[in-house]
């Protein structure tokens, strides 16, 4: 796996292995193809100029809602050298770590973590690349590769073929219908129209955030309530604007999170897709459109104090709906005309600025993998997160992270990462080179 020179074009050479993105997903799955020494040339392909992990929410105080347990390695293999606890021995900090007694650490440490193993596999990825298309390259009557194009940061196009491809190409934010057009990414510096952005871009824009007078968070989940804590620390007045009646914590009770423990993929997977759909709807406050009840408690306490101060800094504007947006050109905000959900009573509010906490969509692969629709089969994806082609394609398609639907609500997740690369990795190499073969192929044949 070492050696590899920088993406260049194809030139006719076909790589083992090409993956889009090097978020936690293939780099889990870096770790595990050199821990197995596979032997297989690959490479992978980043849109950022760098490593990061929600750069734009490492919020001051923000902290990780898993285990440091559920890092890229320790539930495969707890003696990797790529774990959370050899990275704190190795920063001179794993005496002071273990004086905070918790499993849960800081974002901005893990994001540290995870770029402290992406630093060892530099010589595997391109940054600044941005995938474009996933190509079949035809021989004779079959598609034994692809061809994986993709831009530079300067806008020169670049390709290469590979016989497997893994996309983990993340997310991209879900913004409501009525904010097309309005929405632009945060840069911290003044420009031209109304400030909307998504979290996403949360951090950069924090600065004119702070200067923009009132800003109204669209949103009642985990990043809504982050956003009002760092915002109501920074003397931002705030509205928060949700569909939904309260904010909801999460139930992170031990029972219900074995729905994120690896053994439950397999068995979810072996469901008829009804029975799945009813399991990921009745663990839906796991994960989505909930609150970590400390931030509940902290937010809560707030208002409180309002009422004893009796003042109206913040504003919780629940059961309320956006139904139109617009700039407001007289005073250089935006206009956001709200419909009560109770009696649909319309009222129209001014702000400086607006966050949009509004979630996520996971569909990259779909357009990345269109001009493959020919060669796929459009049946569900396997066990081993390979996508069914049709007879003559040979080339491997994976996927990471997009498979909720088949593999459970854990797929979007860190929490099972060194299982699911464990599991591609086996696929991709038919369960050799692993120092621990046998008991690999156990472990993943009896999930």
Not at 107 to 129: K, P, Q, T
Not at 308 to 316: K, N, P, Q, S
Request: charged fraction near 25%; hydrophobic fraction near 40%; proline fraction near 4%.
């Amino acid at each position: 796996m070492h050696g590899i020179p920088s993406l260049i074009g194809d030139n006719g050479r076909v790589l083992d292995l090409a993956g889009v993105g090097f978020g936690p997903s293939n780099l889990a799955l870096a770790v595990a193809l050199r821990e197995a020494d596979a032997g297989l040339a690959v490479r992978f392909l980043e849109k950022r100029d760098r490593f990061v992990w929600h750069g734009n929410m490492l919020l001051d105080g923000s902290r990780m809602q898993i285990s440091f347990l559920k890092d890229l390695v320790s539930l495969r293999d707890p003696t990797s050298r790529y774990s959370f606890l050899n990275y704190l021995h190795r920063q001179g900090r794993l005496q002071d770590f273990i004086n905070l007694r918790t499993f849960y650490p800081s974002r901005r440490e893990f994001n540290d973590y995870l770029s402290w193993v992406a630093s060892d596999f530099d010589g595997l990825c391109d940054y600044g690349m941005d995938v474009v298309a996933v190509e079949p390259v035809r021989v004779g009557d079959a598609v034994p590769h692809v061809r994986i194009r993709a831009r530079d940061a300067e806008g020169r196009e670049r390709s290469l073929l590979a016989r497997n491809l893994v996309i983990g190409a993340g997310a991209t934010p879900l913004v409501p219908d009525v904010f097309d057009g309005l929405v632009r990414k945060g840069t911290g510096k003044a420009s031209s129209g109304p400030l909307v952005i998504h979290s996403n871009d949360y951090l950069a824009a924090a600065g004119e955030l702070a200067r923009a007078g009132r800003v109204a968070v669209v949103g009642l989940g985990q990043s809504a309530a982050e956003i009002f804590l760092d915002l109501h620390a920074r003397g931002v007045d705030v509205d928060i604007v949700a569909r939904g009646p309260a904010m909801r914590p999460a139930d992170s009770s031990p029972f219900a999170n074995q729905v994120f423990d690896a053994d439950y993929t397999g068995y979810l997977y072996g469901l008829p897709p009804a029975e799945r759909a009813d399991l990921l709807r009745a663990f839906h406050n796991t994960n989505y459109a909930v609150v970590d009840p400390d931030l509940i408690d902290a937010i809560y306490a707030i208002f409180y104090q309002q009422k004893v101060e009796a003042t109206d800094r913040h504003g919780l504007l629940t059961r309320h709906e956006v139904v139109a947006a617009r700039a407001d050109a007289a005073a250089g905000g935006l206009l956001l005309d709200l419909a009560g959900l109770d009696g649909g009573e319309l009222r129209q509010r001014r702000y400086g600025a607006v966050v949009l906490a509004t979630g996520y969509r996971r569909r990259i692969h779909e357009e990345l993998l269109r001009p493959m629709e020919p060669w796929l089969t459009g049946g569900e994806v396997g066990r081993d997160y390979r996508l069914p082609t049709v007879p003559g394609c040979t080339a491997g398609l994976y996927l990471q992270g997009c498979c909720e639907a088949t593999h459970g609500l854990s797929d979007t997740l860190l929490s099972i990462l060194p299982i699911r690369a464990q599991e591609i990795a086996v696929a991709l190499t038919g369960g050799t080179g692993w120092g621990r073969g046998q008991q690999i192929r156990e472990l993943t044949s009896a999930q």
